[in-house]
């Protein structure tokens, strides 16, 4: 079982930056691919980002390309999700997950284990 906490949101303004950042519990961290959602005020749970689990391969959703990068460090059980140039349309609760086994799905039933989310508000 795979217990995860984010941390790093907060209140920016338009075109700021953030860290998000996922640590997880657990000694087989290594072996899930891992993926951030996000889910703003009367909207669903959207994805994101996914990194899969070696780190060698990543995915994005075409809103956040250019402006988003995931990455990973295996040595620390910590999954990353640098924010930059953001927008009052990014804020929502950001939410980091993990599913174990190959490749990058991108729907939410593929992920086992969720944190409780990290709230990132973006001010025009």
């Known amino acids: 079982q795979v217990q995860l906490v984010e941390s790093g949101g907060g209140l920016v303004q338009a075109g700021g930056s953030l860290r998000l950042s996922c640590a997880a519990s657990?000694?087989?961290?290594?072996?899930?691919?891992m993926v951030w959602f996000r889910q703003a005020p009367g909207k669903v749970r959207e994805f994101v980002a996914a990194?899969?689990?070696?780190?060698?391969?990543?995915y994005y959703t075409e809103a956040v390309k250019g402006r988003f990068t995931i990455s990973r460090d295996n040595a620390k059980n910590s999954v990353y999700l640098q924010v930059n140039n953001l927008k009052p349309e990014d804020t929502a609760v950001y939410y980091c997950?993990?599913?174990?086994?190959?490749?990058?799905?991108?729907?939410?039933?593929?992920?086992?284990?969720w944190g409780q989310g990290t709230q990132v508000t973006v001010s025009s």
């Open positions: 990194i899969s689990a070696s780190g060698g391969s990543t």
């Open positions: 997950a993990a599913a174990p086994g190959v490749g990058i799905p991108t729907r939410e039933s593929a992920y086992t284990y």
């Open positions: 657990g000694r087989t961290f290594s072996i899930y691919t």
